[in-house]
């Protein structure tokens, strides 16, 4: 599913979110769509549809996954060359510590705790939007 | 007093700090001075594993604090051993070997005169440094890990120091990782704010008005297994890794940045 809208803030950058939680899924929608209208979300919970969406200037991976485990998914988008420069930002719920310290050492670039309140949701969807604005595809090397 | 000030005023028992200092030592003195001063005066045992010169440092901030701290030592409230000659006696083949480490640990622990059941114990280790100093890295680990076993048993407070400029190319998450995964704080070396005020202003050069956003998000980074940290040595840490192609930058005009605040 892909959402876009056009501004001058961010150019030719796209988000990944990777999720099959519904309530995620429709609160970072709304918070990137009132936060960061200019940037393009597309949001995919399966192997397959990630790999028909255009490759993203970053990912924000949802570590609980009812399908294929999350870091499985982690573990093919790092060895995958067409993903493996993508910095991944892991999504997770506060208690996940153990899960997300084998996000970090599998090679996530951050860990995000799930919020619901819509303010907070929008400075955070605000800041990766800045940042996949700033990222240059040059430096991707380094998260290898 | 911030919340730095009363960790090191009344440490965690079981609390396994860490400061970076660079080529300045003032910031660790001064740290470590209150630390083991603290101690001192609510009548902890103190051991002290460092190296001459940096113990000079140390020492003379104690006696600054008004604490006399050769009294302290013939008293045995203070044991003083020499980090280089105490590292020799429980390294085996490049590594730690946990039974020496154990055994000479504890013989330094039983020199001292209050029993540490009865008042706490503080201890201040600079062997950790001298391995990292000289690239052995694996075994800086593991003796930061056999500390961790002796906390876990014994029920002290441990400070560290390294000597790792936040400014420089090492403080990386990627080298740091494992260190930072063995502490519980990473003290701030610079108190004042001035390291953050530095930091700031250059990534506000450099990221003009989208800093905002991008601070929050920085900041709602989450790493539980890390030590906790001052924001600004966090930010530093997620710039380098995240942003590798703007850090140079930002840490250059934060360093040059603090260098004018601190009149050097």
């Known amino acids: 599913m892909q959402t876009k809208s056009s501004s001058a803030l961010v150019h030719n950058t796209s988000v990944l979110l990777v999720t099959d939680d519904h309530s995620t899924d429709q609160e970072l929608r709304h918070a990137f769509a009132s936060a960061a209208p200019d940037l393009t979300l597309n949001i995919a919970s399966r192997r397959k549809e990630i790999e028909t969406l255009e490759i993203p200037a970053l990912l924000l991976l949802d570590l609980v996954l009812s399908g294929e485990p999350a870091i499985d998914l982690l573990r093919w988008f790092r060895g995958d060359p067409r993903y493996r420069r993508v910095p991944v930002i892991a999504l997770a719920a506060d208690g996940l510590e153990a899960l997300m310290a084998r996000a970090y050492a599998m090679g996530v670039n951050s860990c995000l705790l799930k919020t619901v309140d819509p303010p907070a949701l929008e400075l955070i969807a605000r800041g990766i939007a800045t940042y996949a604005g700033l990222i240059r595809p040059a430096e991707a090397h380094h998260f290898n | ?58 020492s003379g901030r104690i006696e600054a604090l008004g604490i006399d701290a050769g009294q302290c030592l013939r008293d045995g409230q203070l044991l003083y ?143 539980p297994s890390w030590a906790i940290m001052p924001d600004t040595e966090s930010t530093i840490l997620w710039v380098r890794k995240n942003l590798p192609q703007h850090a140079d930058e930002i840490i250059e005009r934060a360093r040059a940045q603090y260098l004018r605040s601190s009149g050097n």
């Open chain 2, 81 to 223: 051993l020499d980090a280089f000659e105490t590292l020799s006696a429980f390294m085996s083949a490049g590594l730690p070997d946990w039974n020496r480490f154990e055994r000479v640990i504890r013989a330094a622990m039983r020199r001292l005169r209050v029993p540490q059941e009865i008042a706490g114990l503080r201890a201040y280790g600079e062997m950790v440094a001298v391995l990292w100093k000289a690239r052995q890295f694996s075994a800086a680990v593991r003796l930061e890990q056999f500390w961790n076993k002796l906390l876990a048993r014994h029920s002290f407070s441990l400070y560290c120091s390294y000597a790792i400029d936040v400014f420089g190319k090492d403080f990386h998450p990627d080298a740091l990782d494992s260190l930072l995964c063995t502490h519980t704080h990473l003290v701030p070396a610079e108190p004042s704010g001035a390291l953050a005020r530095a930091f700031d202003h250059a990534m506000d050069e450099v990221f003009g008005p989208d800093v905002y956003s991008l601070t929050r998000l920085i900041r709602a980074n989450h790493r």
């Open chain 2, 1 to 58: 007093m911030t919340p730095w000030d009363r960790l090191l005023q009344q440490p965690q028992r079981r609390g396994h700090f860490v400061q970076l200092y660079d080529a300045d030592c003032s910031g660790l003195t001064r740290n470590v001075g209150q630390y083991l001063s603290e101690g001192l005066k609510s009548g902890d045992s103190i051991l002290v594993i460092a190296t001459p010169e940096n113990w000079g440092g140390v």
